[in-house]
């Protein structure tokens, strides 16, 4: 009976660690291993402030000497984004932490709105996000926008403008619309008549996103954007009918 229980009490564990979200806190990157020890093979690194999803505790303890400043916790099994996959492997969680402030975006380097992207295509997409930082800085939460509709041209348009005549485009934004159908056909992007020139409060955060970049060649690349969490249609509309 002891045995069952704490066969249990392990399953339940592994359970709720692996639907755990943490982010990586060093700024040089964290290396994931093929086991947990500083002598297996690396599979990668990840990047700072990349999300990460917690599979499984180790039980395995490890302190390290940073910089002066000894850092305690142990090895965890994770898995993660690199490149175009996934990666399972293991880190040391003492450089994980529980919760990315997202709010303070200005106090990010460029290094870290990126997930993963070629080395190649790496100081282009720096410029791109540096220009949407520089965009967005002061942009309320929420605002109000009208829906101007969507296109696809050099790439794909989301496009909401101000009462300032101000574009805001989520193109390439993780979006939630919640029970707003933006569009009546998801194969053609075909706009739903019933939102467009409709005004919305506009709830928005920088999330990770999949998008083609950059010039010549198109890859894919994750990085942090703009990205609507939630649209509500304003009285504004309502005394229009």
């Known amino acids: 009976m002891k045995t069952s229980y704490l066969m249990i009490l392990l399953l339940v564990n592994s359970f709720v660690y692996g639907q755990e979200t943490r ?6 990157g964290l290396n994931i291993r093929e086991k947990p020890s500083l002598d297996a093979q690396k599979l990668g ?7 990460i999803k917690i599979i499984k505790k180790t039980g395995i303890k490890l302190s390290i000497n940073d910089a002066e400043k000894k850092i305690s916790g142990e090895w965890i099994k994770i898995s993660a984004s690199q490149q ?23 106090l990010w380097s460029i290094n870290d709105f990126i997930v993963t992207c ?9 410029q791109s996000i540096e220009y949407e930082r520089a965009y967005w800085k002061n942009v309320p939460n929420p605002f109000l926008a009208i829906y101007k509709g969507n296109y696809i041209g050099d790439y794909f348009h989301l496009n909401f403008e101000d009462s300032e005549g101000k574009i805001y485009d989520f193109g390439f934004g993780k979006n ?23 005004q919305f409060k506009i709830f ?9 970049c950059c010039s010549v060649e198109y890859e894919m ?3 942090y954007l703009p990205s609507i969490v939630k649209l509500e249609m304003t009285a504004k509309n309502t005394d229009k009918k």
């Not at 982010?23 to 040089?28: E, F, G, H, I």
């Not at 690194?45 to 999300?51: D, G, I």
């Not at 070629?118 to 720096?126: A, R």
């Not at 928005?204 to 083609?212: L, M, N």
């Open 23 to 28: 982010y990586v806190n060093a700024r040089n």
């Open 45 to 51: 690194t990840l990047n700072h402030l990349q999300e």
């Open 84 to 106: 175009d996959s996934i990666v399972t492997g293991y880190v040391f969680d003492g450089y994980l932490t529980n919760k990315k402030d997202k709010t303070n975006v200005n």
């Open 118 to 126: 070629p080395k190649n295509y790496k100081e282009e997409l720096k």
């Open 176 to 198: 939630d619309f919640g029970d707003i159908i933006l569009f009546e056909n998801d194969k053609d992007f075909s706009d739903n008549p019933k939102y467009l020139d409709q």
């Open 204 to 212: 928005w955060e920088w999330k990770i996103a999949s998008f083609p």
């Open 221 to 223: 690349v994750e990085a």
